[in-house]
């Protein structure tokens, strides 16, 4: 029987320094893909109340003359909340510019002028509202960071036990 040989300290300092790093890492991404997923939730607890689109269109922007074009709708709509009324651009909370032409112009022709939708408005602050949701996928990829963090538990307990 051949006997193991023992591995040593720098390569155990080296796995469990990395495991950390990997647990620290995971963590990290983990605590911001829930703070991303809470944001999405916010407008699920906002107030629908029906809304009239007044404008509705597609928008391009370049940030210098060598950036390829982006496309973004632009939608203004009227509502009423508590008896008041408000107008609101935001199609989503958190928006920007797309290289994909038809995706904003999909948006665009989804608020036709005239058109009655519902806005979801921000009972704390009635001129914020929106017309969408976010999206709740940054719950659905919980899962990819806490692989690395595993990982890297399984390192540093790998580097610990042969310590002892």
Known sequence: MIAATPTSVPA?????SVGVFLIALGLAFT??????????????????VPATVLVS?????????NDPEKWQAEVEYRY??????????????IEGPSPHREKAEATAARYAPG???????????PSDAVLEHSTKAAYYTLWWPLLFAAGGAGM???ALRRWA
């Open 80 to 93: 009423k909340f508590e008896g008041q009324v408000y107008h609101g651009s935001k199609v989503r909370r």
């Open 12 to 16: 155990r300092w080296f796995l469990g």
């Open 57 to 65: 269109g597609v928008n391009t922007s370049k940030f210098s003359e």
């Open 156 to 158: 540093l307990r790998a």
């Open 31 to 48: 605590w911001w893909l829930w703070q991303a997923g809470e944001r999405a939730m916010i407008t699920r607890q906002w107030t629908p």
């Open 115 to 125: 058109t009655e939708v519902p806005a979801l408005v921000n009972p704390a602050n």
